[in-house]
């Protein structure tokens, strides 16, 4: 595609629920990145994947978050028992190449929970 | 954990000035980029300089980096209404990308 995709836009889920987030990148990128944003502060780094490797997790918060990226293109961010400090829009992002340089980033999902 | 930090937090100038927004960071860096992100979107890259980089341009963008005092500068010269965003620094930290607080541009018509 043209850019990065991510659905969906807007997620409201009840306090205790599973959501799961997608990211389409941009074809052939090798790397893929989730960020979380919260509101007024800048993206914090949750996870790295190297085509389907993921190769850094350390900035998932809990065990309740996970992602994968199987085949090396689409990922999914999946919580788990989602509670209310989890709102944040969640970023992803792709580059051409391995490392971090010159990231695509997706317009985001803005989670809510109520 | 946030690497860069953005000074000043919000800025609010009139179209055809100039804006400048700095950023410091903590631990040695091999390169600096800066990105924009508009009201609910994603960030888009402007610009990346490297850490043997003293100074670089694209368009109305000018960025420099002095290592010496772990810092960068971008100014953005003649704004528009249209530059109105945040802009984040973003830095190598670790093996992976950690961005700053932000500077929260308003551009005045």
């Known amino acids: 595609g043209a850019g990065v995709s991510q659905s969906p836009r807007y997620k409201v889920a009840k306090r205790g629920q599973d959501v799961a987030l997608r990211c389409d990148p941009i074809?052939?990128?090798?790397?893929l990145f989730w960020y979380q944003q919260a509101l007024g502060q800048g993206p914090e780094f949750l996870t790295y994947f190297q085509n389907e490797a993921q190769l850094d997790k350390s900035g998932l918060p809990s065990d309740r978050f996970f992602a994968e990226r199987p085949e090396g293109s689409v990922s999914t961010l999946k919580i788990q028992r989602t509670q209310q400090e989890d709102s944040a829009v969640y970023l992803c992002?792709?580059?051409?190449?391995?490392?971090?340089?010159?990231?695509?980033f997706g317009s985001g999902t803005q989670l809510s929970v109520l | 954990s946030q690497q860069g930090e953005e000074d000043p937090q919000a800025l609010s100038i009139q179209e055809g000035e100039n804006a400048t927004m700095n950023c410091s960071y903590k631990t040695s860096i091999n390169n600096l980029q800066w990105y924009r992100q508009n009201s609910g979107r994603g960030l888009v890259h402007l610009i990346l300089?490297?850490?043997?980089?003293r100074e670089k341009h694209s368009g109305r963008l000018r960025v420099t980096l002095d290592t010496s005092k772990k810092s960068s500068s971008l100014l953005i010269t003649a704004s528009r209404a249209a530059d109105t965003a945040s802009y984040f620094c973003a830095t190598d930290e670790g093996g992976k990308l950690i961005f700053g607080q932000g500077t929260e541009l308003s551009v005045k018509p």
């Open positions: 992002a792709s580059s051409l190449k391995t490392g971090w340089e010159k990231l695509f």
């Open positions: 300089i490297r850490s043997n980089e």
């Open positions: 074809s052939g990128h090798v790397s």
